[in-house]
């Protein structure tokens, strides 16, 4: 199938060479696609080798160089072995977006150590691995960009086990870091908050009680990708998708009281929407409140969700 071309973005991604993760679905295809449509080099990389097929064949219909490759971002020899394959092969890498993530789903009583260590390797370790492993090269070169894709719930969590806002909230605090350097030396950092998008892990939370979020707080995945390709290269850490998210975390900092009060009110509504529904389905989805994800996901009984 041939792409219509999209956006070409001032062409300055053309001849650039890009690593997305994650790409096999959601975000981190459209981020693919959408720079393979501006004229990058695009190596997707992501588990399910059925996906990644069809990916491939798309992005290299506009893009004759694209290609993807079937890695467990989890394993961090295996993405480090990827990633400078990638650069011996196309000379650097121009662009790495950290997108791969996972929501273990579990609830407070039931959620272990384990659970925690998986999370924070495919959120947080995965995407310390790919940066540490392109930023000789980009240092070298004196420019680079490197994009972490967050969650409005790693800066806003909301009740539950933690897991995945945590492991979010640790990756938005290694790219804020990074960014004081790597600026310094012509590299880019940047942090994603992309809002609630109706992607697999976001249409399984509303399945799972989660109420839909109001418009302000909702994006799709297009909107979010070509965002996030109008601003990486900038001078701003933050690509925030959601206003009223960014206006909510000064809330937070100003009167902290008040937004956590204001956010327990909201949690009961939600308790009370998802009992409802309960009742009327006769289906027992638990007693722990959904909380939020990086796209509005809520940690809840129903098994990990990945996009890796």
């Given at each position: 199938m041939?792409?219509?071309?999209?956006?070409?973005?001032?062409?300055?991604?053309?001849?650039?060479?890009?690593?997305?993760?994650?790409?096999?679905s959601g975000l981190g295809r459209c981020i693919a696609l959408d720079l393979a449509r501006a004229g990058a080099t695009v190596v997707g990389v992501a588990r399910r080798r059925d996906l990644l097929e069809e990916l491939g064949r798309r992005m290299a219909s506009v893009s004759p160089g694209s290609r993807t490759a079937c890695c467990d971002v989890s394993d961090s020899e295996e993405?480090?072995?990827?990633?400078?394959?990638?650069?011996?092969?196309?000379?650097?890498?121009?662009v790495l977006v950290n997108n791969a993530g996972m929501d273990p789903g579990i609830r407070l009583s039931a959620i272990?150590?384990?659970?925690f260590r998986r999370t924070f390797e495919v959120n947080t370790l995965a995407a310390v691995t790919g940066t540490l492993a392109v930023l000789p090269g980009m240092y070298a070169r004196g420019e680079g960009v490197i994009v972490n894709?967050?969650?409005?719930?790693?800066?806003?969590?909301?009740?539950?086990?933690g897991a995945y806002p945590a492991s979010k909230a640790a990756l938005a605090a290694f790219s804020e870091s990074l960014w004081y350097r790597a600026r310094r030396m012509g590299v880019a950092v940047h942090v994603v908050y992309p809002a609630w998008m109706p992607t697999a892990m976001g249409i399984a939370a509303l399945e799972r009680g989660l109420r839909r979020p109001p418009r302000p707080l909702r994006r799709s995945e297009e909107e979010v990708s070509r965002l996030v390709l109008r601003r990486m290269g900038g001078a701003d850490l933050e690509i925030s998708a959601s206003r009223v998210t960014d206006w909510a975390t000064v809330f937070r900092a100003l009167a902290p009281r008040a937004f956590r009060r204001a956010?327990?009110?909201?949690?009961?509504?939600?308790?009370?929407?998802?009992?409802?529904?309960?009742?009327?389905?006769h289906v027992d989805e638990g007693s722990e409140a959904a909380t939020e994800g990086s796209s509005g996901?809520?940690?809840q009984p129903a098994g990990p969700v990945e996009v890796s």
């Open positions: 041939t792409l219509r071309r999209g956006p070409s973005f001032g062409g300055r991604y053309k001849g650039k060479v890009a690593v997305v993760t994650g790409a096999s993405l480090a072995a990827l990633l400078a394959r990638v650069e011996a092969e196309n000379g650097h890498v121009d272990t150590v384990e659970d894709v967050s969650s409005d719930g790693g800066r806003l969590p909301a009740p539950g086990p956010r327990g009110g909201w949690e009961s509504g939600r308790r009370a929407h998802r009992s409802h529904r309960s009742h009327r389905s996901v809520p940690e």
